[in-house]
């Protein structure tokens, strides 16, 4: 089972940044993908970024040029770096990983708690 934890999240004015990061703990063989979804309420979990294994980046059309997504292997940890916040960003943000126990093992999901982006105008 693999545990995530975020932090980074908090109270920010448009136009300014914030840093997210998720690390991941527990018993795996190895992940497949991490990756930040946000939701707003009543609306769906929406995906903002993603990275996979072998280091590829897709962002949502609506954060490209202003987030940026990295990773640290040897930690397990991802990083959402968020410049130029808009108000339109507000939202609980969602670590997701996709990760196999065993070599042969399917894919599995885990998902944060979530960690709280607000964004003054």
């Known amino acids: 089972q693999v545990q995530l934890v975020e932090s980074g999240g908090g109270l920010v004015q448009a136009g300014g940044s914030l840093r997210l990061s998720c690390a991941a703990s527990?018993?795996?063989?190895?992940?497949?993908?991490m990756a930040w979804y946000r939701q707003d309420p009543g609306q769906q979990r929406a995906l903002v970024a993603t990275?996979?294994?072998?280091?590829?980046?897709t962002y949502a059309d609506s954060v490209k040029g202003r987030f940026t997504l990295s990773r640290d292997n040897a930690r397990n940890t991802v990083y959402l770096q968020m410049n130029s916040l808009k108000a339109d960003d507000t939202a609980l943000y969602y670590c997701?990983?996709?990760?196999?126990?065993?070599?042969?093992?399917?894919?599995?999901?885990?998902w944060g708690q979530g960690t709280q982006v607000t964004v003054s105008s």
């Open positions: 990275i996979t294994s072998s280091g590829s980046i």
């Open positions: 527990g018993r795996f063989f190895s992940i497949d993908s």
């Open positions: 997701n990983a996709r990760w196999r126990s065993t070599s042969w093992s399917s894919v599995a999901g885990s």
